[in-house]
């Protein structure tokens, strides 16, 4: 393969592996910020667990500005795009495509809402049932928790389908697409967590653990679906128009979309 056909391949693969992550990392951040915010109101919100939740949420802005300002594999800058990718938008700035791909996260997290709360509702109902203070808070913490792994095991899955899908390397697609790892932001929220709780993990019994399974398996099985994934572009691509090159992009995106999901 010639640098040439490397690049070609893994542009390609690049739309696949941000589409996946745009909606499974950015979705993982609107829980974050749906946890800290109940975090906040727990009595165990002070000292060490204070300052855990605040270097979780600080390792989300460590992510993000890599993003932004990274110099060898530039993911997010208009200007590296290739020119049939970069004819679909207007006059915009790295920060404003970057936030058109970040919405996709926001959209599959509002329509995936009453799935976070039945999870929710699971984990309350084991914390009261072993007595944890502040139950219904926790729970919260805890559906943030399962919504990191979840994006990190998405991250994970769409490196490893572009070796056969886009034919580049394993060793190149991890070189290039790991930045979209949300690993150590995983690491310092379950931190958190356990100091928030403690470090106590209580045993389930046979009724809760089935419980909470089948919750996760709910929640997983609807945010890895591609039309979840492109149902949430298709609506961000309706609300931020100003992005496009014209009205007839825009309407062709929204078409696409509609398309990927027909099949």
């Given at each position: 393969m010639t640098q040439e056909e490397l690049f070609a391949a893994l542009c390609d693969a690049a739309g696949y592996v941000k589409l996946v992550c745009g909606v499974g990392n950015n979705a993982a951040h609107m829980a974050m910020l749906d946890g800290y915010d109940h975090a906040r109101k727990c009595k165990a919100y002070r000292h060490e667990v204070k300052r855990a939740f605040k270097q979780a949420i600080e390792e989300w802005h460590v992510y993000e500005r890599h993003l932004l300002h990274e110099k060898n594999f530039r993911m997010f800058c208009v200007a590296d795009m290739p020119e049939r990718i970069r004819r679909k938008y207007g006059d915009i700035t790295?920060?404003?495509?970057?936030d058109?791909?970040?919405a996709t996260g926001c959209e599959a997290y509002q329509r995936t809402r009453p799935l976070l709360t039945c999870l929710q509702n699971k984990y309350k109902k084991s914390l009261v049932r072993h007595g944890y203070e502040d139950a219904d808070h926790v729970a919260w913490v805890m559906v943030a928790m399962a919504c990191l792994e979840l994006a990190c095991a998405m991250h994970e899955r769409a490196i490893t389908d572009c070796p056969e899908n886009f034919n580049v390397p394993l060793k190149a697609v991890r070189l290039v697409f790991g930045q979209l790892s949300l690993q150590s932001v995983k690491e310092k929220w379950n931190k958190a967590l356990r100091l928030l709780t403690g470090g106590y993990e209580h045993p389930l019994d046979k009724d809760e653990e089935r419980d909470i399974t089948l919750g996760l398996e709910q929640l997983t099985e609807t945010w890895i679906d591609s039309s979840l994934h492109f149902q949430s572009l298709q609506a961000t691509a309706e609300d931020y128009g100003?992005?496009?090159?014209?009205?007839?992009?825009?309407?062709?995106?929204?078409?696409?979309?509609?398309?990927?999901?027909?099949?």
């Open positions: 790295d920060r404003e495509y970057y058109y791909w970040s100003e992005v496009f090159r014209t009205k007839g992009m825009q309407k062709k995106i929204i078409r696409e979309c509609a398309e990927a999901m027909e099949d």
